[in-house]
């Protein structure tokens, strides 16, 4: 059985979550920065494991992107 990608909030504290986000992005340059995203990226997706969420998840956020950018 394949998990479905979770859309619902999921965050037990959304504030403490971004605080910690914008922590970790500080005094980065906007290439290290945008290093840090693609980490994060391999790092959370390996963890995910499943390719179907992955699938779901990255098609997405792109959709988001490309819609933010119209």
Known sequence: MHQHLNLEPNLADPDA???MLVDTHQ???DEQS???NA???LLLSNHIG???VL???FAIARGN???AMT
């Open 17 to 19: 979550y971004y605080e």
């Open 65 to 67: 992107v490309e819609t």
């Open 55 to 57: 699938r779901v998840a």
């Open 27 to 29: 005094d980065l340059s």
């Open 39 to 41: 980490q994060l990226v």
């Open 34 to 36: 945008r290093m840090l």
């Open 50 to 52: 499943e390719p179907d």
